[in-house]
């Protein structure tokens, strides 16, 4: 079930919090689609992640400006002043990814790039310059 909730949230672009099932159970992310009593056609809900779901856990909820979202990821983008926040979380854990390494402001920005990449670029005005970090973001966590 796990698998189908990432194939569900890869195709929508949105972070899936629970898959509800036809008789209107939460599916459990650890059974298979047989022993969740899934049948050929069945249809599912979606209950989507809202951004305060992502920022506020276990910290002060943040005001955003935007949010990308990759896989299990998502960078929550606040504009503060002059210069760009970003946060970096791993949505099925909660986890925040390093800060240290990739807290942007002031002259670079964080974007999702490759195959499960992250970069943080710096910046010329609106446009990315030149890469300071690239980092697989299971490294990340």
Same mark, same amino acid.
Do not use: C
């Given at each position: 079930?796990?698998?189908?909730? +990432? @194939? %569900?949230?890869?195709?929508? #672009?949105?972070?899936? #919090? ?6 209107? +159970? ?19 809900? %979606?209950?989507? *992640? ?9 910290? +002060?909820?943040?005001? *955003?400006?935007?949010?990308? $979202? ?13 210069? @760009?926040?970003?946060?970096?979380? $791993? ?6 990814? @390093? %800060? ?19 970069? #943080? ?12 970090? +690239? #980092? ?6």
């Amino acid at each position: 079930m796990l698998n189908v909730r +990432r @194939s %569900a949230e890869t195709m929508s #672009k949105r972070a899936i #919090k629970h898959l509800i099932t036809p008789d209107a +159970r939460v599916a459990i992310e650890s059974q298979t689609v047989l022993e969740a009593n899934l049948q050929d056609g069945d249809m599912l809900q %979606a209950v989507l *992640f809202t951004v305060q779901d992502i920022v506020g856990h276990g910290e +002060r909820a943040l005001p *955003f400006d935007r949010i990308d $979202h990759s896989g299990d990821y998502a960078i929550i983008v606040q504009e503060v002043l002059n210069f @760009s926040r970003y946060r970096l979380y $791993h949505l099925p854990s909660w986890r925040r990814g @390093s %800060a240290p390494l990739l807290e942007a402001a002031s002259g670079h920005a964080l974007a999702f790039v490759g195959d499960q990449e992250v970069e #943080k670029g710096q910046m010329d005005g609106d446009q990315v310059v030149a890469t300071v970090l +690239r #980092k697989n973001l299971e490294d990340l966590l």
